[in-house]
Structures are given as C-alpha cells and as structure tokens.
C-alpha cells in the first residue's frame, strides 16, 4: 500500500541546527549560517526512514509565538494551517532553559511534538550534563539527544518520530500563569468555546491567551469572526490589564511570560541540568569576546582582519584571474580566425565573449572572497560585528537588527542587495525599516565587486586591498550618512532598542566552508551564464544597429580602397586607422552610442565618456553588466587586429580614462540606482513601488552629484 508521505516540521530557536539537520536529512545544501535570521521562509525536502516516507519542513528560526515579526508568524501560520503530522522542536542543549521557551508555547499550542536536543557535544564541553529521560518525563514529549552537524542519534530521533505518530494524542499543556491571568482565562475560555470562536484553527484557551496578550492577528481574526464577542472579550482583558498593571506594574504578556520562564525554571532545577566538571564561569566564547568585542581592540581587529581578507583575496587570485583573461583572449582570437565576418562572428566575439568572458574572468576573485566571508560567518565572528556595529548604528538611527541586512547585501563586498533588502523583515519599526531599505543597496554587492576590481586593478594596480578597504569604509559610511540623512527628513522618529544574541564560536569545518563558496560562486557563474548572456547580447545588438547609412559606409569604403591604392610606407596603418574610425562611427550611429551621447551634456561634468554612458545605462538591469558592456564598447571600436589587449590594458591607454575619472566612475558605480532586481525587492517589502522610484531616484541623483565634485576638484587639483 502506498501512503502518503509523513508530514514533519523542525520547528525552534534562530541558530539551533535545524538546517544542518534538515540538510543532513535531504542532503540538501541549504544556506547554514552562524548568526540568526538566516532561514526567513521555509525549505521543503523529502527523504525515506524506515522504508517510510517523510516530507520535512524547515521552519524560520523563532524565540517565541507572538505576532511580533514575520517569522513567528510564518512559523505559527504554519503549524495551526498546515497541521504536520508531528513538530520536531530543535533544541540548542548548550542554551536550555532560552530555548524551552519556545518550547513552552508549542506545549501551548498542543501541536504534536517531539524534541530533539541538539549540541549535546557543545553541552558536553562547558561541563553541562542533562537528564533526557527526566526532562521527556516532566514535559509529557519525548527528548532524543542527537547532534545533527555528525548525523548522531538522528537514525533513533526519527525511529521515535515513528512510534511518536502512532500515539499521536496531544492534548495542550496546561501552564499556569498565576492567579490573576487565571482567573481570567476561566472566565473567556467558556466563552470561547461555547461560540466555536476560531475553534477549529486554535485550542480555545490559547485563543484566549493570545487575547489577553493583546496579540493584533487573532484579534483581528475574531473580529472578523464575531465582532460583539470579541469586544466583550477585550473588555474583561483590559480589566486585567488595568488590574496587572495597578498591581504589579507590568503588562499580561509580561507576566505570562515570567510564568513560562518560571515552569521552565522549575523542569531544571528539578535535576535535568547537572554540572559534571566546574568550567571557568567564562566560557571560551566569552573569553574571546572579552577582547574581540572589546570596545577599542575590536574595531581595529575588525579593521585588520577585513584588510587580511582583502589581501589575501587580491594577492592570491590575480594569477587565476590573468589565466582566465589570456584564455579568453586565445578564445576570441581563435574564433577571429574561424568564422567568415559578420554580423554573427562580431556577436560572438563582442557580444558574447567579451561580455560573458569579461564577467567570468573574476570568478577567482570572487570565489577567494566568498572563502574569506564563509570563513567569518561560519566561525561566528559575523556575529560579532553586528553587535560592535550597533553602537555605531545607533547614532544614524538605524537598529541593530540593520547590521546582518548590510553585511548580506555586501558589506564585507561581495554580497547581494535582494536578500539584503529581504533580511530586513527582522525589523519591527517600519520607519527603521525603511531606512535600512533604502540603503542597503549602497553596500558593494558581488555585481560591484568586478567592476571595483576592474577599475581598480587598472588606475590604482599598486593598492589593490588598500583601494578595496577604502571602498568599503566609503560605503559604509555613505549609507550611514544617507540613513541619518533619512532619518532627520521623510522617516523621521524614535529608534527602538535592540539585544544582540552571540552565538558561541565554532570551529568552521572545511566542509561548511567549500559547500557556501561554491553555492555563492555558482550563483555569480550561472548569472554570467543567464542573465547577463542576454543582457549582453541585447546591448552588443543596440550597439550595433542600426549600422552606418549607406552613403557613410561607401565612403569609408573609397577611403580604403584609396589608401590601399597608394604607395605609402605606412599603408597597413593607413587601413586599420580608418577601419577603426569606420567602426567608431558605426557604435557612434547605433541605439546605444545616440543614448550615450544624448547622456554626455549631463555626464561630462562628471567625466563619463558616451562608451563609459552606455555601460552605466545598462548596469541598471545588472551591475555586472558594466564590465561587459565596457568590454563590448571597447571591442566594437578595435583598434588591435590581433585582439591581444585585454578591457583592463584598453582603458589605462585610452586618452579620455586617467585616475580621476576612474575614480568619479567608481563613485557613481557605488551609488546610482540600485539594479533592477533590487528595485522590484524594494518595491515588494515597502508594500508600494513610491519608495523604489524614491531609491532609483535619490541614488542616481546622489551618485552624480559626488561623482561631479570628484571629477572638477580633481581637475582642478590636476590629478587627472
Ligand atoms: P538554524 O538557524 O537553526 O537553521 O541553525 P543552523 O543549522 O544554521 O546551525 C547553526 C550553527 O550550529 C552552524 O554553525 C552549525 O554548523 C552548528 N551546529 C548545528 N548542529 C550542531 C551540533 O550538533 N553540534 C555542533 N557543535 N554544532 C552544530
Ligand atoms: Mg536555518
């Protein structure tokens, strides 16, 4: 008989393994990542136990079941629409009693439950022993040790998920609250009840807890349900409100959450947790902390080891970066001698070549940066710079929560904006909100980084790491700034206080590290592969049609044809100079040169040439696109018949480019209009497209207003 799949959730705390175990089970390489916030919408997979089916969700990370953040509403959604067979709650053993908290309210919610105590190797080594038999005994629901980064204990959790479903009967527990909250409920809950009020999606007296927590989605929802019943509701529990708060000073949800605290309090100390070896009360972590988060040594480690990941990123990938750049070269030449001219032979080699080829070239760079950043985010030091970072983002009125949003989007560079803009549904203020929305995309994202690099190597090829430290301080800082700038204007209003939770050092295993390199690299590669391929087809065709009038191009043609007539000693000279003009004229005349050069009347005030104009327009439906278009403008008007300079050598020779301008174009890469994608992402977490044209905007006018100041005080100081 062929059943359907078993229904399974991991359900728990931020950071307590449920992906490492989720991949662990599917074999699937989901994003594992040592700080919280990582999983914002759930993962589905399917594996087989027991020759049994089971179909396996990866919940959000949560701390609790309120309707305070999206994730806990997703996860909650989830359970009460979904109704999983059963709910695997992962439980970090090193962090107990914080993650019986949640615990607490799926007991609440009476959802099948079974719980597996994850890190019990982390418990171990701080000298934390735990009675798993006492604790499945005091909280009604089995507990299986295991260790999911090893696979240990999984084989048992889920030959007891099995038997678990058979007795699938789980009556929600009932927690005291003490006896004003109690009173309470056993006047609501009848009430309730006996109106099916959302009976049949919420136990009736979670319903009512949730009531007198004053919690906005069920007391929306049991408006819409029976509008008379629910005031009459939340008339008893502003009476209790008033009463708590004349009382003991403090709200109903504070209360019941010291009562959840308390029945957890009480489930340890009744011999779960024992000390077997008395550690230092400073664990390892905090030992570490003490100095790297220390408010004066931790910036300058944090300085040192972001100019250690930079250099160790240029210095060691440029010889694969120049392998990959001759490869092309030898690539194009090849394909020059191969194919008849043409329009498609130009294509390829313009278009396709040129463009892709000059987006791939950085893979080594990119991939060495990828290393760099998993290294830090796996070992926890992420982590760690948001919590210095706070401090710092206080004073621009951003919040704590903004920090992991930066980092994501490219912070460290390399990076993208999307889940960056995504990331930044951990905020509750909406005006924090939009305010780390709409700078985020300043960061240097992975699309910047080839452009940075290839700017950089070419006007500034002594300082590479130093020019790439500089870039990133400057946009962090430009997007502090804007944020205040923000702040004090269209979002003004108070900032909300933030707790940053450190998760303990691990030791980042080789493993871990090459799975997140490559998945992010692999993106970049498959996006040069995709999208930009189109893109850059799309531009090369704009940049070669029209072609050149009739009457021109038979001009072009008598000026050859006299040249080679003549006797001239420098007659090949003589033919490539006018096959090069002829082709200047032809880019000059195509839909993108007019554009380009339509854009000069604005764009020379900050240097950009109409080629440099081209690129930059169509950076907007990818900033990697830049550098191919850069490198088709520059190839369309060849000048070398033998095809030998690379984008990089043609820019440092060609007359208009001088470290100036390459640095107004940098600028202006930096903070322009955010890509396409971005914008769209922006569009969808403001909840109105007024806010993505406010972005395309600003940015765009911003960029251009530094670029300006750059170039004419350059000029002027005649550094150009
Ligand atoms: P999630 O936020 O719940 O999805 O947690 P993750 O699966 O992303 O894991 C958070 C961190 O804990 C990662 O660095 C994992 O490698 C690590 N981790 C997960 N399970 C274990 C375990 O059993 N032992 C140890 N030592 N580390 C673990
Ligand atoms: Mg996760």
Same mark, same amino acid.
């Given at each position: 008989?062929?059943?359907?799949?078993?229904?399974?959730?991991?359900?728990?705390?931020?950071?307590?393994?449920?992906?490492?175990?989720?991949?662990?089970?599917?074999?699937?390489?989901?994003?594992?990542?040592?700080?919280?916030?990582?999983?914002?919408?759930?993962?589905?997979?399917?594996?087989?136990?027991?020759?049994?089916?089971?179909?396996?969700?990866?919940?959000?990370?949560?701390?609790?079941?309120?309707?305070?953040?999206?994730?806990?509403?997703?996860?909650?959604?989830?359970?009460?629409?979904?109704?999983?067979?059963?709910?695997?709650?992962?439980?970090?053993?090193?962090?107990?009693?914080?993650? &019986?908290?949640?615990?607490?309210?799926?007991?609440?919610?009476?959802?099948?439950?079974?719980?597996?105590?994850?890190?019990?190797?982390?418990?171990?080594?701080? $000298?934390?022993?735990?009675?798993?038999?006492?604790?499945?005994?005091?909280?009604?629901?089995?507990?299986?040790?295991?260790?999911?980064?090893? $696979?240990?204990?999984?084989?048992?959790?889920?030959?007891?998920?099995?038997?678990?479903?058979?007795?699938?009967?789980?009556?929600?527990?009932?927690?005291?609250?003490?006896?004003?909250?109690?009173?309470?409920?056993?006047?609501?809950?009848?009430?309730?009840?006996?109106?099916?009020?959302?009976?049949?999606?919420?136990?009736?007296?979670?319903?009512?807890? %949730?009531?007198?927590?004053?919690?906005?989605?069920?007391?929306?929802?049991?408006?819409?349900?029976?509008?008379?019943?629910?005031?009459?509701?939340?008339?008893?529990?502003?009476?209790?409100?008033?009463?708590?708060?004349?009382?003991?000073?403090?709200?109903?949800?504070?209360?019941?959450?010291?009562?959840?605290?308390?029945?957890?309090?009480?489930?340890?100390?009744?011999?779960?947790?024992?000390?077997?070896?008395?550690?230092?009360?400073?664990?390892?972590?905090?030992?570490?902390?003490?100095?790297?988060?220390?408010?004066?040594?931790?910036?300058?480690?944090?300085?040192?080891?972001?100019?250690?990941?930079?250099?160790?990123?240029?210095?060691?990938?440029?010889?694969? !970066?120049?392998?990959?750049?001759?490869?092309?070269?030898?690539?194009?030449?090849?394909?020059?001698?191969?194919?008849?001219?043409?329009?498609?032979?130009?294509?390829?080699?313009?278009?396709?070549?040129?463009?892709?080829?000059?987006?791939?070239?950085?893979?080594?760079?990119?991939?060495?940066?990828?290393?760099?950043?998993?290294?830090?985010?796996?070992?926890?030091?992420?982590?760690?710079?948001?919590?210095?970072?706070?401090?710092?983002?206080?004073?621009?009125?951003?919040?704590?929560?903004?920090?992991?949003?930066?980092?994501?989007?490219? $912070?460290?560079?390399?990076?993208?904006?999307?889940?960056?803009?995504?990331?930044?549904?951990?905020?509750?203020?909406?005006?924090?909100?939009?305010?780390?929305?709409?700078?985020?995309?300043?960061?240097?994202? $992975?699309?910047? &980084?080839?452009?940075?690099?290839?700017?950089?190597?070419?006007?500034?090829?002594?300082?590479?790491?130093?020019?790439?430290?500089?870039?990133?301080?400057?946009?962090?800082?430009?997007?502090?700034?804007?944020?205040?700038?923000?702040?004090?204007?269209?979002?003004?209003?108070?900032?909300?206080?933030?707790?940053?939770?450190?998760?303990?050092?691990?030791?980042?295993?080789?493993?871990?590290?090459?799975?997140?390199?490559?998945?992010?690299?692999?993106?970049?590669? %498959?996006?040069?592969?995709? !999208?930009?391929?189109?893109?850059?087809?799309?531009?090369?065709?704009?940049?070669?049609?029209?072609?050149?009038?009739?009457?021109?191009?038979?001009?072009?043609?008598?000026?050859?044809?006299?040249?080679?007539?003549?006797?001239?000693?420098?007659?090949?000279?003589?033919?490539?100079?006018?096959?090069?003009?002829?082709?200047?004229?032809?880019?000059?005349?195509?839909?993108?040169?007019?554009?380009?050069?339509?854009?000069?009347?604005?764009?020379?005030?900050?240097?950009?040439?109409?080629?440099?104009?081209?690129? &930059?327009?169509?950076?907007?439906?990818?900033?990697?696109?830049?550098?191919?278009?850069?490198?088709?403008?520059?190839?369309?008007?060849?000048?070398?018949?033998?095809?030998?300079?690379?984008?990089?050598?043609?820019?440092?020779?060609?007359?208009?480019?001088?470290?100036?301008?390459?640095?107004?174009?940098?600028?202006?890469?930096?903070?322009?209009?955010?890509?396409?994608?971005?914008?769209?992402?922006?569009?969808?977490?403001?909840?109105?497209?007024?806010?993505?044209?406010?972005?395309?905007?600003?940015?765009?006018?911003?960029?251009?207003?530094?670029?300006?100041?750059?170039?004419?005080?350059?000029?002027?100081?005649?550094?150009?």
């Amino acid at each position: 008989m062929v059943s359907d799949p078993l229904h399974i959730t991991l359900a728990g705390n931020p950071n307590s393994g449920k992906t490492t175990l989720f991949n662990h089970l599917t074999g699937a390489r989901q994003h594992v990542g040592n700080y919280p916030g990582v999983t914002v919408d759930k993962k589905e997979g399917i594996f087989t136990h027991k020759d049994k089916q089971i179909k396996i969700i990866d919940l959000p990370g949560t701390y609790s079941l309120t309707a305070y953040s999206v994730e806990e509403l997703v996860a909650r959604d989830y359970l009460v629409n979904e109704k999983p067979d059963l709910v695997i709650d992962i439980v970090d053993a090193s962090n107990l009693e914080r993650n &019986l908290y949640l615990t607490c309210q799926f007991l609440e919610l009476g959802v099948p439950l079974i719980i597996a105590l994850n890190m019990v190797d982390v418990a171990e080594k701080r $000298g934390i022993s735990i009675d798993t038999e006492k604790l499945s005994t005091l909280l009604g629901v089995p507990v299986i040790p295991i260790i999911a980064r090893s $696979g240990q204990g999984v084989d048992a959790l889920f030959d007891n998920v099995l038997t678990g479903i058979r007795e699938n009967n789980h009556p929600p527990t009932l927690l005291r609250y003490g006896s004003d909250i109690d009173q309470a409920l056993s006047e609501i809950v009848p009430l309730i009840e006996q109106n099916n009020l959302l009976t049949d999606t919420y136990p009736a007296r979670w319903t009512g807890l %949730k009531i007198l927590e004053n919690d906005d989605q069920i007391l929306d929802k049991a408006m819409l349900m029976d509008s008379d019943l629910t005031q009459q509701l939340v008339n008893r529990s502003e009476i209790l409100t008033h009463h708590l708060r004349t009382t003991v000073d403090a709200y109903p949800e504070a209360v019941i959450a010291d009562h959840r605290y308390g029945f957890i309090k009480s489930i340890l100390r009744q011999g779960v947790i024992s000390r077997t070896f008395d550690v230092d009360r400073l664990y390892t972590s905090d030992k570490i902390d003490k100095v790297v988060t220390h408010r004066v040594l931790g910036p300058l480690i944090m300085a040192a080891i972001l100019f250690g990941l930079y250099s160790f990123t240029f210095n060691y990938s440029t010889f694969l !970066v120049d392998g990959l750049g001759s490869f092309f070269d030898i690539l194009s030449s090849n394909v020059e001698t191969m194919l008849p001219d043409g329009p498609i032979k130009s294509m390829i080699i313009s278009g396709v070549i040129d463009g892709v080829g000059g987006v791939l070239g950085f893979v080594p760079i990119i991939m060495f940066m990828f290393f760099g950043i998993a290294v830090l985010e796996d070992s926890g030091y992420l982590a760690r710079v948001a919590f210095m970072m706070d401090r710092i983002f206080h004073f621009f009125g951003l919040h704590g929560s903004s920090v992991m949003p930066f980092i994501v989007s490219g $912070g460290i560079a390399g990076g993208c904006a999307v889940p960056g803009v995504m990331a930044t549904r951990t905020l509750r203020s909406p005006k924090e909100r939009m305010a780390t929305l709409l700078t985020v995309p300043f960061m240097n994202c $992975g699309a910047k &980084l080839p452009v940075l690099t290839l700017l950089i190597g070419a006007f500034f090829s002594s300082h590479q790491a130093r020019y790439m430290f500089l870039a990133t301080v400057a946009a962090w800082l430009v997007a502090l700034l804007a944020a205040k700038f923000l702040r004090m204007t269209v979002l003004k209003g108070e900032s909300t206080p933030f707790v940053m939770e450190l998760p303990p050092y691990r030791f980042p295993t080789m493993q871990g590290l090459l799975i997140h390199t490559w998945e992010r690299t692999w993106q970049y590669i %498959k996006k040069a592969g995709t !999208v930009i391929l189109g893109i850059s087809i799309l531009l090369w065709a704009m940049m070669t049609y029209p072609g050149l009038p009739a009457d021109k191009t038979a001009e072009f043609t008598a000026m050859r044809q006299q040249a080679a007539a003549s006797q001239s000693a420098e007659k090949a000279a003589e033919l490539l100079t006018i096959d090069s003009l002829e082709a200047e004229a032809g880019l000059r005349n195509s839909i993108a040169g007019r554009i380009g050069i339509a854009l000069e009347s604005v764009s020379r005030y900050a240097g950009f040439d109409w080629r440099t104009n081209i690129a &930059l327009v169509g950076g907007f439906a990818a900033k990697e696109v830049i550098v191919s278009t850069l490198g088709t403008a520059y190839s369309l008007g060849e000048v070398d018949p033998e095809h030998t300079t690379s984008l990089k050598d043609r820019l440092t020779k060609d007359t208009h480019w001088n470290p100036v301008v390459a640095l107004s174009v940098l600028a202006f890469i930096m903070f322009y209009a955010p890509c396409f994608v971005t914008v769209v992402a922006i569009a969808n977490e403001a909840g109105s497209w007024k806010w993505a044209f406010f972005s395309m905007g600003f940015n765009t006018v911003f960029a251009l207003a530094m670029s300006v100041a750059i170039f004419q005080i350059g000029t002027l100081l005649g550094l150009g």
